[in-house]
């Protein structure tokens, strides 16, 4: 795909020519009959954070798992660099919501996070030294011998996308990861994805309920439809957040744009606009 230049809204400047490497082709997806996902098209640059919300039922972990290969198009293709994908791929790795299920009970948080380095064929030697670095990126070091079952919620999930980063991904498809802790946890976790994206230059699809925090954490926000029906493109809106960077629980949700915002996809999924 080609790259071209694009202006940085935030800082008026010109930023880093954009480079396109997951693209969603007229998908549409079935099951027994039943349309979960009517065509559907838009592109993921390199780097950015794209939150995907919308009704319950409307296709949004549908479309994740079809971007990371777990679910073949009924119509259309998701494409990565160019490529159909037709199968998963180390390439991408995918942070389930129940972390709880997605940890290995009777291994430690190191032997969990060296789980991606075995699938990956790292030498065993080198596991050890790389789970650990990246127990570190995520302040879990000191915790690395502990089980999953010594740890709080936030913990388990922050060892699940430690586990997700020791697989070195391109992509990081995150469905809802923070959906079942409390609030004061979910927003110190959301600080740090910011962060670890930031600093890895990750691209990231985000499945979320949450208006605030869909807003809060997305470069772009894709709002699928409830019913599309016939005809009518489950996409319903892709809207840009130009909120500066890094944000703040406080300062970001008290910004006139933030609270535009807010209200622009309140009034579409309180209202069922589009």
């Given amino acids: 795909m080609a790259a071209h230049p694009v202006l940085d809204i935030r800082t008026g400047g ?37 939150s995907i919300i919308g009704p319950s039922g409307c296709g949004k972990t549908t479309l994740l798992r079809a971007a990371a290969g777990f679910v073949k198009p009924s119509g259309g293709s998701v494409q990565r660099r160019g490529q159909v994908i037709e199968r998963p791929s180390r390439e991408v790795a995918f942070v389930f919501q129940d972390y709880g299920r997605a940890l290995l009970p009777w291994r430690t948080v190191q032997g969990n996070v060296e789980l991606a380095l075995e699938a990956a064929g790292v030498a065993r030697a080198q596991r050890g030294p790389q789970a650990r670095a990246v127990l570190d990126t995520v302040g879990l070091l000191a915790h690395a011998g502990k089980f999953p079952a010594q740890l709080s919620g936030g913990m388990q999930q922050r060892v699940q996308i430690a ?112």
């Fill in 14 to 50: 010109a930023a880093a020519p954009r480079e396109d490497i997951l693209e969603f082709v007229n998908v549409a997806i079935s099951f027994g009959g039943q349309e979960i996902l009517s065509p559907t098209d838009f592109k993921v640059a390199r780097g950015e954070f794209i």
């Fill in 163 to 274: 586990r997700c980063l020791a697989q070195k991904p391109d992509l990081l498809m995150m469905d809802e990861p923070f959906g079942a802790l409390d609030a004061m946890t979910r927003e110190s976790l959301q600080d740090e994805l910011a962060r670890l994206v930031r600093e890895t230059g990750l691209t990231v699809l985000f499945v979320t309920h949450d208006l605030e925090e869909a807003i809060y954490l997305g470069d772009r926000v894709v709002a699928l439809r409830a019913y599309p029906g016939p005809g009518r493109p489950s996409l319903a809106r892709v809207i840009d957040v130009n909120l500066p960077k890094p944000r703040d629980q406080l300062a970001t949700k008290e910004h006139p744009e933030f609270l535009r915002l807010r209200r622009e996809l309140y009034g579409y999924l309180g209202h069922g606009h589009g």
